[in-house]
């Protein structure tokens, strides 16, 4: 018979979901940083980079807290996400729509880590992992912010210049 599994093991296996997934996006920031054409663009993919270091140290904390090993999984889904990014780094390199597909990418990147953010934390309030709760929601805080900011790039120029392409 299957050994029962609970919401623990559920909770463990998320995490080292999103610990892949994170290391994952930090080398993958500074190539979208050198692709970007917009300094604002760029800049934004920095200051993410930065902030995604601290996020696997907040993860690092949270397997302390659990007592386990800080230790990642293949996660599938941002493998195929990150693909996707290059895929229009390499085909859209160049052209006046190339920001605005690194933005596309970059903020399916974002919904990800905020539905495992937000799963996470749920998990860990209904665990009573009060201090995990707050590390993984001050996480989400800056996922969610990232998302935001790359939407104001996108309506402030990198659209418009994607368009504006195709009519000169
Ligand atoms: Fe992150
Ligand atoms: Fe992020």
């Given at each position: 018979?299957?050994?029962?599994?609970?919401?623990?093991?559920?909770?463990?296996?998320?995490?080292?979901?999103?610990?892949?997934?994170?290391?994952?996006?930090?080398?993958?920031?500074?190539?979208?940083?050198?692709?970007?054409?917009?300094?604002?663009?760029?800049?934004?993919?920095?200051?993410?980079?930065?902030?995604?270091?601290?996020?696997i140290?907040?993860?690092?904390?949270?397997?302390?807290?659990?007592?386990?090993?800080?230790?990642?999984?293949t996660?599938?889904?941002?493998?195929?996400?990150?693909?996707?990014?290059?895929?229009?780094?390499?085909?859209?390199?160049?052209?006046?729509?190339?920001?605005?597909?690194?933005?596309?990418?970059?903020?399916?990147?974002?919904?990800?880590?905020?539905?495992?953010?937000?799963?996470?934390k749920?998990?860990?309030?209904?665990?009573?992992?009060?201090?995990?709760?707050?590390?993984?929601?001050?996480?989400?805080?800056?996922?969610?912010k990232?998302?935001?900011?790359?939407?104001?790039?996108?309506?402030?120029?990198?659209?418009?210049?994607?368009?504006?392409?195709?009519?000169?």
């Open positions: 018979m299957a050994k029962e599994k609970t919401l623990d093991d559920l909770f463990h296996d998320t995490l080292k979901d999103i610990y892949y997934a994170e290391r994952k996006i930090l080398k993958a920031l500074p190539k979208m940083q050198r692709a970007a054409q917009s300094e604002d663009l760029k800049a934004a993919f920095e200051k993410h980079r930065d902030e995604t270091e601290g996020q140290e907040r993860l690092q904390q949270v397997f302390e807290l659990i007592g386990k090993a800080a230790r990642g999984k996660c599938d889904a941002i493998e195929g996400i990150i693909a996707e990014g290059e895929e229009i780094m390499d085909e859209f390199k160049g052209t006046a729509a190339l920001d605005a597909g690194l933005i596309s990418a970059a903020q399916a990147v974002e919904h990800y880590e905020m539905t495992r953010y937000g799963t996470l749920r998990w860990a309030t209904e665990l009573g992992m009060k201090d995990a709760a707050k590390l993984l929601d001050a996480t989400l805080q800056e996922e969610m990232t998302d935001g900011d790359l939407t104001k790039l996108a309506d402030a120029s990198a659209n418009e210049r994607a368009k504006a392409s195709k009519a000169a």
